[in-house]
């Protein structure tokens, strides 16, 4: 379970750093965070997208309580509960990446590091829950 525990925390880091970004973004138009690289690898195209949040929560808090869920459910060794929010956070990120790639057309940098998070997690997850 820690490999469970650790990509949890990674999702947490990855997630509050996105809602960071989009805080920073939403005070100061001007702001050019790290993940902005050029007009086709931009963070903040994506996020400023409306696509950005989910029913009107930014889909980074929406991250940030699914990765800390996870990271409960990891330390009481709940990997089939693991298991099956995992395929609902890889299917959610198939239908963000698809999104952002053909929608929006930019590739976000952090956005791609959440979906590697939660593709790790099924695979990680399903191994426990066998």
Known sequence: MIFIILLALAGIVISTYAYTVEMNISKNPEYK???DISDK??????MRSGYGKLFGISNALVGTAFYAVVFVFACFSAASLIFYLSIAAVVASIGLAYISFFKVKSFCLVCTSVYVVNI???IVSYAYFK
């Open 33 to 35: 965070p790290a993940c």
């Open 41 to 46: 690898i931009s963070c903040t195209r994506v």
């Open 120 to 122: 790790l997690l099924l």
